[in-house]
């Protein structure tokens, strides 16, 4: 292993990554034969498309793949193990065998890479850990937004296998790829750190995002600002963007990556879009014009090649990083910063972070209630509103002694990522158990806060659940307790914050910027005189710590101050307000408070005033018995208007106020079905039917969805909280659509979803499946890797008013029209819909139509499947439908054949070339 001459080498040049492993597989022509070899004969399962299989069954074509790509001039080839672990594998019933995959492929690159280091050029072997195709940020099931595929210690388990088999077969790097979902990236950096800890080495870590829309967003929502604030914690070597996009539409999200990123920076992109018909137009020479721009411009450390490159692509790159400058990295953040789907960067001009208190069983009867009773629905619009009423950061606790707290955390943690208003705020995970802690932890994706730890247990506790924070890539509350017990002084305060700080810093190798002090906010104005100074020592303490404990922040729960005054809001909302002024004039910038309360500094009449700082600064006698006095005083005038009017209810929001139709489609634009009830029985006075609702303003509200999603101001998890909302007003509608029937079932229609024989990528089937669930079709998902045959028998077993099939790879454009011949010539000609990357409208024109009977439909993006699906099925839009797309397919072929009839062969071109020097 070279990993350590790779650091230098990065250091000093430019250096060039193979491109793509399945295309060049593709270019050999392999046959099923090749994927079982003699070891899978007998399997069961359809193995082609299994690249990493070759690891076993075809070494030599793996072997001869690497050597081409070295030969082109390859700094650093990728192992070919992209889903060598059980999660990928267990689609072909190959999970035992994962491990050998692993470390064959490791082996293999090892050996190709050996046999070109020499007179002074290392080459270097990178182990490619893929995303698997499942996602620990998001729900599967569209009723129950709370469950997960697998969890964050499943994931992680898998990784650790497949991580310590490549490090035995001699890899220099590790490199997580194509990260759609920063929590599955962090399991796989968490599996790597614990390997290599286990083996005693130290190799570099890689990591490369894939885009997935136009608002620079991974699929899991996270902007890419907020997916380096979660991996901030960990020892990684670089980051980087590959697959997605081609480097033309790469480079601004490059750029954004190259001026933040204290790493260095890689960059594989596509051979370009696919185009109509899935190939990849980009040439070598093209592709080449366009890295060249990342490399002059200083952007990139690393340049290769993902989908649709080969090894001539990569062979025209050394050229292009041949003296020249590598990009130096970003200097580390100066400030703090957090993320939910969103980064939140606590600078000086933020001032005061304001962590909303209200999700807190301790702190909020209505909360622990509602947790209680499981109901977190309503559990969720409490977050919702701290969010919209200004909170920066949620805190949640679920500590209670007559509920499951590990269970409630997870099921609300799960829930809250479903909720984009919410999640895109940091989450603090607020437990006295560490196990609950962890529990919350391997829910987000997002660099949370955990509140908290102490110094009570020991040092030894204090240092193991510090690396704990650290290893799940949070920021932390220290409590100012010891073993001695909580301290109450100034001196007490400050003594322990220093310990801490020292321990934190310098055995566990915290970064300060994530030590947050809480020195303890203590009841004040309780009647005894030892109480007196609690908040006028916090102020110091704040003082102190930020003078002397360099990058740390204070915090503390604002709600304590002024706990012998319950059922005064006024005063304590008063006696917050003045704490907070003083506290945060000394520097404290977070606190757990209520966003929505209504009392300000400036509100406070400066009798009043004068009387509450006497009391949180400490200045004089008696003033503690004068804020008793003041407190009865408003208590008593609160009384004597308790006959008035209590006041109109909450302020609407602006888009209330729209017309009917406006409302319905802002309802779900936003995701927001509290007003679902009222507005559609008020449609129901206005609409002749149902069924007209949905077809109509429901239907033109999904549309606007769908157009904002396409034009990235939307990303997936509003989208599919949109679906959800649909799903609601459905509900709502359906006694009436069943009494409008005469006898039909409720479902809109049975839809059958297959991703192709050949592909195992799924998140876009599972996304258009969520969406078109929730708009009450009955799905019948068969998987991945489902051949055209079977697709054929459950179509006609079910009796299925729809078929869609999804694939992501050049190869599955070949096989959807292989599954419409065969559905044809079963008689099945119910509506097809065709979605995913490499498909299109030209290709669904020219191939895929003319083989088949039924009508066949293109979709863009999953947003748009239901409306389509419900023009197809609909008595009075089908026909109208169908014929505008055959014309519209009519005249695409009709251009398509005019443009080719105008384009002679190549050598013909070549041979009426112009010569200048002719006689």
């Known amino acids: 292993m070279q990993h350590n001459s790779l650091a230098a080498a990065v250091g000093s040049r430019v250096l060039v990554l193979d491109g793509a492993m399945g295309t060049m597989i593709q270019q050999y022509g392999l046959a099923e034969a090749d994927f079982r070899g003699e070891r899978f004969a007998d399997s069961a399962a359809l193995l082609k498309g299994n690249n990493d299989i070759l690891n076993i069954t075809r070494p030599d074509i793996v072997g001869d793949i690497h050597r081409k790509y070295l030969s082109a001039g390859a700094d650093i080839i990728t192992t070919n193990t992209f889903s060598s672990q059980r999660i990928s594998q267990a689609d072909y019933g190959l999970g035992h065998c994962c491990r050998e995959m692993a470390l064959e492929g490791a082996r293999i690159a090892r050996k190709a890479a050996d046999e070109y280091s020499a007179g002074g050029h290392p ?35 898998a990784y650790r296998e497949q991580v310590d088999a490549m490090i035995e077969g001699g890899v220099d790097a590790l490199l997580i790829e194509t990260i759609f979902d920063t929590l599955n990236a962090k399991a796989a950096i968490v599996a790597s750190m614990d390997v290599m800890a286990s083996r005693g080495v130290a190799l570099p870590i890689m990591l490369s995002v894939t885009v997935s829309d136009l608002a620079g967003r991974t699929l899991s929502g996270q902007t890419l600002d907020a997916f380096l604030a979660s991996i901030s914690n960990y020892p990684i070597f670089s980051v980087g963007l590959n697959c997605s996009f081609g480097a033309q539409q790469m480079k601004p999200y490059l750029r954004q990556l190259a001026q933040r990123a204290p790493y260095y920076v890689s960059a594989y992109p596509n051979a370009g879009l696919p185009n109509s018909l899935g190939l990849y137009d980009e040439t070598p020479e093209s592709m080449a014009a366009l890295v060249a721009e990342f490399v002059d411009e200083g952007l990139v450390n690393i340049i290769g090649g993902c989908c649709g490159t080969t090894e001539q692509f990569i062979r025209l790159f050394p050229a292009l990083v041949e003296g020249k400058t590598p990009r130096k990295p970003a200097p580390r953040p100066a400030t703090m910063r957090l993320s939910g789907l969103d980064v939140l960067e606590v600078s000086p001009e933020v001032r005061f972070v304001n962590v909303g208190e209200r999700c807190n069983v301790a702190g909020s009867r209505k909360f622990l209630r509602l947790v209680s009773e499981r109901n977190f629905d309503e559990a969720l619009a409490i977050a919702r509103k701290q969010v919209a009423d200004g909170a920066l950061v949620i805190d949640i606790n679920m500590d209670d002694g007559l509920i499951d707290a590990r269970s409630s955390m997870v099921t609300f943690l799960n829930m809250l990522s479903a909720e984009p208003d919410i999640a895109r705020v940091p989450v603090m995970i607020d437990s006295s158990d560490w196990e609950v802690v962890k529990a919350g932890l391997k829910c987000m994706q997002g660099k949370c806060i955990v509140n908290s730890i102490s110094l009570k247990e020991g040092e030894e506790t204090f240092v193991a659940h510090a690396r704990d924070v650290m290893r799940y890539g949070a920021a932390v509350v220290v409590m100012c307790f010891d073993e001695q017990g909580q301290a109450t002084t100034y001196d007490r305060r400050i003594e322990i914050a220093a310990r801490a700080y020292r321990l934190l810093t310098e055995t566990v190798g915290m970064n300060p910027l994530d030590i947050i002090f809480d020195p303890n906010v203590l009841a004040v104005a309780t009647g005894m005189e030892e109480h007196d100074s609690y908040a006028a020592d916090f102020i110091r303490a704040v003082a102190w710590i930020r003078a002397n404990l360099s990058g740390a922040h204070v915090s503390g729960g604002v709600s304590n101050l002024s706990f012998s005054f319950r059922g005064n809001n006024y005063i304590r909302e008063a006696m917050h307000a003045v704490f907070l002024y003083h506290a945060i004039q000394n520097g404290m910038d977070f606190g757990i408070v209520n966003p929505a309360a209504k009392v300000t500094y400036a509100d406070i009449p400066a009798d009043e005033l004068q009387v509450i700082e006497d009391v949180i600064l400490n200045r004089g006698e008696g003033a503690a018995d004068r804020l008793v006095e003041l407190a009865e005083a408003i208590k008593a005038r609160q009384a004597s208007a308790q006959s008035a009017p209590a006041g109109g209810a909450a302020e609407e929001p602006q888009w209330r106020h729209l017309p009917l139709e406006g409302r319905l489609s802002a309802a779900l634009v936003k995701g927001i079905s509290d007003y679902m009830e009222p507005d559609l029985h008020e449609a129901l006075q206005a609409y002749p039917s149902a069924v007209g609702i949905i077809e109509g303003p429901l239907m033109a509200g999904m549309d606007k969805v769908g157009e904002l999603f396409g034009c990235g101001k939307m990303f ?44 195992v990528h799924d998140i876009g089937k599972n996304i258009v499946s969520v969406i078109m669930a929730c708009n009450n079709y009955e799905i019948v998902d068969m998987g991945v890797m489902v051949p055209a045959e079977q697709i054929v028998k459950k179509a006609k077993e079910e009796h299925v008013d729809l078929i869609g099939l999804s694939g992501l790879i050049t190869p599955s454009l070949d096989e959807m029209v292989n599954v419409a011949r065969q559905l044809a010539a079963a008689g099945v000609d119910v509506p097809l819909m065709i979605g995913g990357a490499t498909t299109s409208k030209l290709h669904v024109a020219l191939k895929v139509a003319p083989v088949y009977g039924g009508p066949v439909v293109w979709l863009k993006d999953a947003s748009q499947n239901v409306l389509v699906a419900g023009r197809l099925l609909s008595a009075s839009e089908h026909d109208r439908f169908v014929g505008e797309l055959n014309s519209e397919y009519e005249a695409l072929r009709r251009d398509y054949a005019e443009k080719q009839a105008g384009i002679v062969p190549l050598d013909e071109a070549r041979s009426k070339r112009l010569n200048l020097f002719a006689d």
Do not use: W
């Open 123 to 157: 080459r270097f072997v990178a182990g490619s850990i893929g995303p698997t195709n499942k996602t620990c940020s998001m729900s599967p099931d569209v009723s129950n937004p709370a469950a997960r595929e697998l969890t964050f210690d499943e994931l992680a388990d």
């Open 716 to 759: 997936l998890p509003q989208v599919v909280k949109a679906a959800r909302t649909m799903k609601a007003a459905v509900k709502i509608l359906n006694p009436y659509i069943e009494r409008e029937k005469a006898g039909g079932h409720s479902a809109a229609g049975k839809v059958l979803l297959a991703t192709v024989k050949g592909d």
